[in-house]
Structure formats: C-alpha cells, structure tokens
C-alpha cells in the first residue's frame, strides 16, 4: 500500500519553554500539537484523568454510544480526509471494543491512532478490576503499539504514534497509557525531531527497477494496470491517469481502490475478483503483464493463486516491502510509494518514447473494449418487488460522485461497488479486507465530521445496521446528518445466497424477520420507527414508483440524520461471482452462465 503524504505531526507551534502539566494534560497538548480535530471515545475509569483537560481543549470531542462506532468513525475521518483519525476508549471492555475497528484499520491499511487508558501501573498484571494487555491484544493488528507508564514519555509517544499511522504503508496505532502516568505531574517538552532508527519506509523508487519495469510495458502486448488502494492511500490517481490515458493501458481497480481510476473512463475495464466485472477479471487472467500499483494480490482477487494470470509477468510497487512477492512473485519488485513511483515511471516511458520505443497495445485494448461492452454488469429486474440493485443506482444517479458512500460488508456492498458511479477518489468507504459488519453508519459519520460540506450516504443492509445503527443517536445530538439507506431483504444477505448456491438452499439462521406470522409480516425492529426514536427522519420506500422522490426527499433533509427503509426482493444474488478457492476462469454471470471466452478469442 501506498505512503501516506499528509501525516499529522508537528501542526501548532512548539512551545518555548517547558511547562509543568499533569499527564492528563500533556496528553491533551500533544494531541493539539499533533493537529488532532476530533477524537471519537467513551470515557471511564482509566481513561477519565483525560477526559477533565479535554473539556477545555481546541479538540472537539464526540460521544459514541459503543467504542466499536468510535474506531470506525475515526477511519472513516481518514478515508475521507486522508488525515490520521482518532478514538478513545478507558481500560478493558472499553479497549477491547475497539479490537474489531483496529482489525479493520490494519487489515486495509487506514491511518489511527487509538488511545486506550489502562489500570495504574502497580496493578498491571495483577487482573485487576477492568484490566486488560490491550497492547498484547493488539500487537498482532497494528504497526505498532505503546504502554506508557511514565508521564514524561506522553509527548514523545504521542508524536511518533502519530508519525509510524500516517506514513509509509498508513496503519493503526495504539497508545495505552497507565491512569497514575496521567495523574502525575510532568514537565511538558513536545519533541522537536523524532529518533525511530528502526523505522525508515522506503517512499522513492529504485531508478534501475523503474528502468526494468518501463522496458518491461513496452515490450508487453497485453497489458493491465492492476490499481489497489495504495493509489488512494498516495493520492496518485491523477498521476495513474496520466499513464493510462498517455500510453492505452487498461485499468482495473479493486474494491479498495474504487474511484481512483474514473469509472466513466472508456480504459476502465471494472472491478476484479470474486464479484467482479468479466471485463475486468479477463483483463487480468488474459494479460502478459501486470502492472500492480499498491495492490496485495488478496484472495479475493486472485481466486485460485496457481489458476491466476498464468501467462502474465508482473511488476509489483508497493511502499511495504512485506507485500511484494509474498502471494505472486514479481519479476519486477518496486518498493516506494504510488504517487513517486508513477511520477518516476512516466518520466522513463517519456524518454523512450522520445526515442521511438512505445508500446502498440491497439488490438488488445479493442478486444477489452468489445469483452466490457458484450459481459456489462447487469441484473434481471423481479416480477414483484423492488431489486436491490436498482435502489443503488437512482441513488448514484441522484447524490452524484460529489457524495461520500460508505457500505457495510455482504450483498449491499458489492452492488453498491458495481451500481455507484465512482469518479473520483475517496468517495467510497468500505471494510475491505476484514468484512466488518457493522462499518456503515459509524464510518459514514466520522466521513462527515472529516468533510461536512458533502453529503453522506451510508449504504448498510438490515444485517449490518443492526449492529451499529445505535450511533444514530450521536449523529443525532451531534448535528451529523448522514444519510441511511438500508437494503432491507430481511436476510444475511450474502450468506443466504451462499446457502441458496452451495448448501440446496437450507437457510440456516439467516432469516431474519422469522417470527410467528409469514416471513415479512413482522418488521422487527421497524426501522422507522427505530430512526424516529433516535431523532431521525425515517422513510420506507417499497415500489420504484416511489424510488427517486424516497431519495430526493432525504436529500432535502440537511439538519439531521435521515434512514430510508428500502424493503427489497429477498432472492436477488450478487452476480458475477467466481465461487471460493476456484479458478477465475469459472466466473459466472448467472447461476449456471459462463461467459464464453474462446469464442471472443482472448
């Protein structure tokens, strides 16, 4: 993944002389001095000491109503911001709340720091009441972690959580912080440089791999730039632009990187992977080289490792050098960040061309056109009811890429990553590599606080948003006005289609308005109601005559929190889709539809 180029360090003045604090408030003055806007928490009892300085700080502070919601709502902020988002949580259950959006944070590689409160340090060990090893908990699942026992270290810690979050590949750090080392009085001396000698990420490229690589694209015949969510990260998608657009070269992008690459692009060929476009998995299983731009060759992408992209080389540049060649292995390995690598690979290919070295891509680009115009994504409208996927797309066609999207994880997710217009980059949020249920709504609010000027849709399905939508009341009180829509097929969605496609459709336990009446006679809970009862607008819409004046009229809302109820056909699926642990290849576009490739002679 790429480097993060806006890390927050050093955004107020350094103060003069040292001043004389409690840990509590060197905490809060580092937090300053570290350009912190917002902090997303819950108090209690480790972390309080804490709580009392913050009441008169700059920073504003937004209750949450489980800490859960605070560590998405803080990496929604630095999705949309691209700036380091923070939460806060006391000791225990209040640190161990936060694990899932940790999880979260590292697995897509979105820059936090969590700030954790822990029993004094005497008691550290000794289980004491609401202790927990949050930093061995979380060790596994953050670029680096912290115990601070000591009031003096506040600023230096703070400073460097900081510093390791925003660059490099971005991440989420941890800064647990022991209630005595807040109550204790320190002299304040925010740090001037920081001494991390073991950490140097590598941001600009080897000139000789760039060198192999340019010579590499214009010896290839069929190549793909395979875009992930470093691009984003490096905020290099006009640079990415420029190569595509300057040289003929197809894109695909993942769904971390959806929105890096204009979709409206005649070179985009889509979405790879599981549920992906046919245009965009052929492009990649067709190809003789790809061009992977901080991308990690996941398995959702690749399906099958052995079966995917056989005949293609590939260069892989990817600022963590972890990444590269630990899936596929790289005939070209660039370490650096996106943006400075594709900067320095347009420079390459520019001087080659200059001497009438440039690769002809016109037949393959042709074929790609004609493979994307025959297998477009599409879907059958049911007899009755409302289809999903129409819902997402009169949204798309009525908020405009000028919104902020943000979706949960199953079916809603992956139409949502085919049906949105995507133009532009950080316009789309989701939980990628974890499948976090539950990231919608508090993502979608920490995306507003970081860019209040947009308009914000959370699209979650009635699964997901049963498991966060309690943050409604502090977008409520908060004045938040994001806006809901939920994908209501009374289901587990996804995994229900699992079931229906693997499992001869016994649906175990995911129906999820079974009740004593015929399923779909209940609405438990009803969301219009729950949305009311949280000082929202609610709105339920059930016919596509009613469709665009349902959504127009949550846009007119802009003073609070709108849910619009979208009660949908329960047995659409997500097409396409390669099953799990097969080859691309067996993709399918309905149930038992293959695209035929050899007859479009790729």
């Known amino acids: 993944m790429a480097g993060q180029p806006n890390a927050q360090t050093t955004a107020r003045p350094i103060e003069p002389e040292r001043v004389t604090l409690t840990g509590a408030q060197s905490l809060v003055r580092s937090l300053e001095h570290a350009g912190v806007e917002v902090i997303f928490g819950i108090p209690g009892g480790a972390i309080l000491p804490a709580y009392d300085p913050l009441f008169d700080s700059s920073i504003r502070h937004i209750l949450v109503r489980h800490e859960q919601g605070a560590g998405h709502a803080a990496q929604g902020y630095a999705m949309a911001t691209g700036r380091?988002?923070?939460?806060?949580?006391?000791?225990?259950?209040?640190?161990?709340?936060?694990?899932?959006?940790?999880?979260?944070?590292?697995?897509?590689?979105?820059?936090?720091?969590?700030?954790?409160?822990?029993?004094?340090?005497?008691?550290?060990?000794?289980?004491?009441?609401?202790?927990?090893?949050?930093?061995?908990?979380?060790?596994?699942?953050?670029?680096?972690?912290?115990?601070?026992?000591?009031?003096?270290?506040?600023?230096?810690?703070?400073?460097?959580?900081?510093?390791?979050?925003?660059?490099?590949?971005?991440?989420?750090?941890?800064?647990?912080?022991?209630?005595?080392?807040?109550?204790?009085?320190?002299?304040?001396?925010?740090?001037?440089?920081?001494?991390?000698?073991?950490?140097?990420?590598?941001?600009?490229?080897?000139?000789k791999q760039v060198r192999e690589a340019a010579r590499m694209i214009v010896e290839a015949k069929q190549p793909v730039l395979y875009v992930g969510?470093?691009?984003?990260?490096?905020?290099?998608?006009?640079?990415?632009?420029?190569?595509?657009?300057?040289?003929?070269?197809?894109?695909?992008?993942?769904?971390?990187?959806?929105?890096?690459?204009?979709?409206?692009?005649?070179?985009?060929?889509?979405?790879?992977?599981?549920?992906?476009?046919?245009?965009?998995?052929?492009?990649?299983?067709?190809?003789?080289?790809l061009i992977s731009l901080g991308a990690r060759f996941d398995d959702r992408v690749t399906g099958n490792l052995d079966s995917f992209a056989v005949g293609a080389k590939i260069i892989h540049a990817d600022i963590d050098p972890a990444e590269i060649s630990k899936n596929r292995h790289a005939d070209v390995p660039i370490v650096g960040d996106c943006r400075e690598v594709l900067t320095d690979l347009l420079a390459v290919l520019g001087a080659l061309a200059e001497d009438g070295e440039r690769g002809d891509y016109t037949a393959w680009r042709d074929q790609m056109a004609k493979i994307k115009a025959k297998y477009p994504v599409a879907y059958e409208r049911p007899e009755a009811g409302l289809a999903p996927q129409t819902v997402i797309e009169r949204l798309s066609a009525i908020a405009g890429p000028e919104a902020v999207y943000a979706a949960g994880v199953g079916q809603h997710q992956m139409w949502a990553a085919h049906f949105l217009d995507f133009e532009r980059p950080r316009q789309w949020l989701n939980s990628g590599g974890a499948g976090t249920m539950g990231y919608a709504v508090p993502a979608a609010m920490g995306a507003q606080v970081g860019d209040p000027e947009r308009v914000v849709w959370a699209i979650d399905g009635d699964g997901c948003f049963q498991m966060t939508n309690q943050e409604l009341a502090t977008c409520a009180i908060e004045g938040i006005p994001i806006k809901v829509a939920v994908i209501n097929n009374s289901s587990l969605g996804m995994v229900r289609q699992w079931q229906t496609l693997f499992y001869d459709g016994r649906y175990s336990n995911t129906d999820l308005n079974t009740g004593p009446e015929e399923i779909g006679a209940l609405r438990i809970p009803d969301f219009v109601k729950l949305a009311e009862a949280y000082g929202c607008v609610g709105l339920r819409c059930e016919s596509e005559d009613d469709l665009d004046a349902t959504i127009e009229q949550a846009m007119a809302v802009t003073d609070r929190p709108v849910v619009i109820d979208f009660v949908v056909e329960r047995d659409a699926m997500v097409w396409p889709m390669v099953a799990a642990g097969t080859s691309n290849d067996d993709i399918k576009i309905a149930r038992d539809l293959a695209p035929d490739w050899e007859d479009d002679e790729l």
């Open 84 to 207: 380091v988002g923070v939460c806060m949580a006391t000791s225990g259950p209040g640190a161990t709340n936060l694990v899932t959006a940790i999880a979260d944070a590292y697995m897509d590689s979105v820059p936090i720091v969590a700030i954790t409160g822990q029993v004094s340090s005497h008691l550290i060990g000794t289980d004491g009441f609401q202790e927990a090893d949050i930093r061995g908990i979380t060790m596994p699942i953050t670029k680096h972690s912290f115990l601070v026992t000591d009031a003096a270290q506040i600023p230096r810690v703070v400073a460097e959580a900081f510093h390791i979050a925003g660059t490099g590949r971005p991440g989420p750090v941890l800064v647990d912080i022991a209630k005595d080392a807040l109550q204790a009085t320190t002299a304040f001396d925010w740090p001037t440089e920081l001494a991390l000698p073991g950490y140097r990420p590598t941001t600009h490229p080897h000139g």
């Open 229 to 289: 969510g470093g691009v984003v990260k490096a905020d290099a998608s006009a640079e990415l632009l420029t190569l595509a657009e300057t040289y003929g070269l197809p894109v695909v992008t993942t769904l971390m990187a959806r929105g890096a690459f204009p979709d409206s692009h005649e070179l985009h060929m889509g979405m790879p992977g599981m549920h992906g476009s046919v245009s965009a998995v052929a492009a990649l299983q067709k190809a003789d080289l």
